[in-house]
């Protein structure tokens, strides 16, 4: 029984890496994707491809709806986003220190100059607002051309997202406020008791086919997995991670062909 224990006491050395420093960075990140994509969807140029900076948003200290807005311009090929290492820095001298100030297209179109982008997009962020009964992000952005100064497109998105323990942004934060040691005794628990439901189909296991236990312990297995990213709050997003994922399905998938293999050995009340 020992050799089982070694994983949930490496689950437990090593939570610390996987463990989230803000409880509520899934629902922000989820309501900034949202909004995001709902601009994306509707940007239609009849130029695409051209190489775009997007400029830090005002009132996004942590980044979020920047990030948000770069992962989907990428990833629909609307732009080339340029990402030029020292952006904040560069940005920061262009609009000095007042951070309330209203960020100008002149502004916008210098920094995009200096990093030799052909159009850039700015903006502020309106509204962040995390709580237990409904998220909302609200954010106007536009986009001009660094050569021409001409505007190229010019919007304001919001999105609400209700609390539902349905969705995942909402089961991560749950998650995540729970202290590591019940998600790892959670994962433990769930680990060495589902193979033994077996006990209670043994002589309908003993009599099926093949294809029967060998089906159950990929059910077991999916569930052990399923724990196991529940653990995570379903983010599997460094290395760390993904070898602790790997050790759960490979100590899962051990365990439950163990304890079925032991339970076919088991004599049957009544039978040679």
């Known amino acids: ?19 989230a420093t803000d409880t509520l ?8 994707e949202e909004v995001a994509r709902k601009a994306a969807d509707e940007m239609h140029f009849r130029i695409r491809g051209r190489s775009l900076v997007i400029a830090p948003f005002r009132n996004d200290p942590e980044g979020l709806v920047a990030a948000a807005f770069k ?17 904040r820095e560069a940005w920061d001298k262009i609009v000095g220190n007042d951070k309330e100030a ?25 509204l962040l607002a995390i709580d237990e009964g409904r998220s909302a ?12 100064g001409d505007g ?6 919001r999105t609400d997202l209700e609390k539902s323990m349905l969705s995942i942004p909402h089961l991560q934060v749950w998650m995540y406020e729970k202290s590591v040691f019940i998600r790892v005794l959670v994962w433990v628990v769930a680990l060495l008791i589902l193979p033994f439901l077996a006990l209670l189909a043994r002589e309908t296991l003993s009599e099926a086919p093949p294809v029967v236990p060998i089906a159950l312990v990929l059910v077991m297995t999916a569930l ?14 460094s290395i760390v991670k993904w070898i602790l994922l790997v050790l759960a399905l490979a100590a899962s998938i ?9 339970v076919a050995q088991l004599q049957l009340p009544g039978k040679d």
């Open 224 to 237: 052990d997995i399923f724990f196991a990213l529940l653990l995570m709050g379903f983010e599997a997003d």
């Open 254 to 262: 051990f365990y439950n062909l163990t304890i079925l293999a032991k």
């Open 71 to 87: 992962e989907q311009l990428s990833s629909q090929g609307h732009f080339n986003i340029v990402e030029p290492s020292m952006l």
């Open 25 to 32: 960075e899934p629902l922000k990140k989820a309501v900034a």
């Open 152 to 157: 190229i497109f010019i919007g304001r998105f």
């Open 137 to 148: 992000c609200d954010v106007k952005i536009r986009i001009v051309e660094t050569g021409s």
């Open 1 to 19: 029984m020992r050799r089982f224990l070694v994983l949930p006491a490496l689950l437990a050395l090593l939570a610390p890496a996987f463990a």
């Open 102 to 126: 209203p960020v100008t297209a002149d502004k916008a179109i210098e920094l995009g100059k200096k990093l030799g982008a052909e159009a850039v997009l700015f903006g502020r962020v309106e």
